[in-house]
């Protein structure tokens, strides 16, 4: 008997997840729309428009991680958390916030940190990076917030072992716009506690 559509549509979801995962986890991708769209080549589903959320593909790392990898991952996690940390706790004033793949979990060998400061100031983290003369590439980056769309400052950090650090600097209002959740935004206290278990 044939399973009902949506059901078969779960699977395929379910499926292309873990090997987004796996693609993640094996080799050199950090790209979630990459790591999707090889996922479903890989199967010969191109043109599917049911593609996994990042969520669903970080979950199914996170399950990667814990079965193939539970010996090394810990290890490079807390690796890059205590980078977070550190940059975090340089750039205190500007109340950072980790976000991503190092606060979920999922992050590998490969990974960055991205982090969220806010500043009425736009200029305000550009002349701190300057002043301490701290070593980094600018950007910007098209963001929803309080629903229009903003071009915000963004920063990038290499450190000597060569993990980056990216930085999105958000107004003040957007730190109080309700949109902070522990699971997806962790403060200096909230990475310190991970780095602490």
Do not use: C
């Amino acid at each position: 008997m044939r399973k009902p559509l949506s059901q078969h549509r779960d699977l395929m979801r379910e499926r292309l997840a873990h090997q987004a995962a796996k693609l993640m986890a094996d080799g050199s991708i950090t790209d979630h729309a990459f790591a999707k769209r090889k996922a479903a080549r890989q199967f010969g589903a191109d043109d599917t428009h049911h593609l996994p959320s990042n969520e669903e593909i970080d979950l199914a790392l996170q399950q990667y991680r814990a079965l193939y990898q539970p010996a090394e991952h810990p290890a490079i996690l807390r690796s890059l958390r205590q980078e977070a940390l550190n940059n975090m706790l340089q750039l205190s004033q500007f109340q950072p916030y980790l976000t991503g793949s190092v606060l979920s979990g999922s992050a590998g060998i490969n990974s960055d940190i991205n982090l969220m400061l806010f500043s009425d100031d736009a200029k305000a983290v550009l002349l701190f990076l300057l002043k301490n003369k701290i070593e980094f590439e600018s950007g910007e980056w098209r963001l929803r917030i309080s629903g229009h769309e903003e071009t915000v400052p963004s920063y990038t950090l290499t450190a000597e072992s060569g993990i980056q650090t990216h930085i999105v600097v958000l107004p003040e209002s957007a730190r109080f716009s309700g949109s902070r959740h522990p699971k997806t935004h962790a403060d200096v206290a909230a990475v310190e506690a991970l780095l602490a278990v």
